[in-house]
């Protein structure tokens, strides 16, 4: 995506940056929840995690986002 958008810009700078950004924020920000999560869960050795679940729900979510 971010290729595609640097091919069409005439200029890069600061708003071309932005609107990257907003077009990934939803996309991204879920999946570092997700790890961040996943990771905690691991370091207080949480039982009765649900980690596939969390993961199967992330790629869902991807997958319906533009």
């Given amino acids: 995506m971010l290729t ?3 091919a ?3 200029t ?3 708003a071309l940056l932005q609107a990257y950004y907003e077009r ?3 996309r991204v920000r879920p999946v570092a ?3 961040v999560q996943i ?3 691991q ?3 949480t039982p009765d995690t649900d980690i596939p679940g969390l993961i199967n729900r992330t790629m869902t979510m991807l997958r ?3």
């Fill in 4 to 6: 595609g958008m640097l």
């Fill in 8 to 10: 069409a810009a005439d």
């Fill in 12 to 14: 890069w700078d600061d």
């Fill in 24 to 26: 990934r924020i939803n």
């Fill in 33 to 35: 929840e997700a790890s």
């Fill in 39 to 41: 990771g905690q869960w």
């Fill in 43 to 45: 370091l207080d050795g």
């Fill in 64 to 66: 319906e986002l533009p």
